[in-house]
């Protein structure tokens, strides 16, 4: 039961460089999305994704771009990295049917941009 | 390392006492709510879920309740044990959208 897996799990970046954080998972799920969490906040929705080759912005996708070319992976790219981009990000899938529409996470990447 | 919730609301509670954990939501449509419980240095981990259409439901040592009238979901937990230590907080999705809205979370500490 691997669910949703999330590689790497630590990345220190320099301002400019671009990096692909890769997100997988093995429920068949339809959905996937992208967040990023600073401290004290809540969740902010970066990227999401309806269903292979369907991809859509959220409410802060300036600086990155996603993918989907298969329903199992959902890579998020940053291209020029910059402080602002520090943050923790999770990838989540979704489960949907009529008695619930559970989001399960990933184990986050913690990334610091300097 | 723990870059999550620096400064989020703390519930303390005694190991053994009853927990409540408070969530208010503002989308008057939204018809389905989940409750988290994160780790440091993890990734967020479904506890419980209440559809709009029920207000109550129960689990295994918690409870979540659901008052629509002012918008309010509470998490109950029995028994509060250390390993319940953790940030907790509430989303909200109305059904056939996209879009969940995720609360900023309660840290819940376990007092020996």
């Known amino acids: 039961n691997a669910g949703v897996t999330q590689t790497p799990k630590f990345r220190i970046l320099k301002i400019g460089q671009s990096m692909t954080l890769q997100c997988a998972q093995d429920?068949?799920?339809?959905?996937m999305y992208w967040y990023r969490q600073d401290p004290g906040m809540g969740l902010k929705l970066i990227y999401y994704?309806?269903?292979?080759?369907?991809?859509d912005k959220g409410e802060v996708p300036n600086g990155y771009n996603v993918s989907r070319s298969t329903t199992e992976d959902f890579p998020l790219r940053l291209e020029l990295a910059a402080p602002s981009q520090t943050s923790v990000y999770f990838c989540a899938s979704r489960q949907t049917g009529a008695t619930n529409e559970k989001l399960f996470f990933g184990s986050g990447t913690q990334l610091s941009v300097l | 390392g723990e870059s999550v919730g620096l400064h989020l609301p703390t519930l303390s509670v005694q190991e053994g006492d009853n927990s409540i954990i408070n969530c208010a939501y503002s989308?008057?449509?939204?018809?389905?709510f989940i409750w988290y419980k994160q780790e440091s240095g993890k990734g967020p981990q479904f506890i419980i879920d209440?559809?709009?259409?029920?207000d109550k439901r129960q689990g295994q040592r918690v409870t979540v309740l659901l008052n629509k009238t002012v918008k309010h979901l509470s998490l109950q937990i029995a028994a509060t044990q250390p390993g319940d230590s953790a940030v907790y907080f509430c989303?909200?999705?109305?059904?056939?959208?996209?879009?969940?809205?995720f609360g900023t979370g309660t840290r819940l500490k376990v007092l020996a």
């Open positions: 989303a909200d999705l109305t059904s056939g959208t996209y879009k969940y809205i």
């Open positions: 994704s309806v269903g292979a080759g369907i991809t």
């Open positions: 209440i559809r709009s259409n029920m």
């Open positions: 989308n008057s449509a939204s018809d389905y």
């Open positions: 429920m068949n799920h339809n959905y």
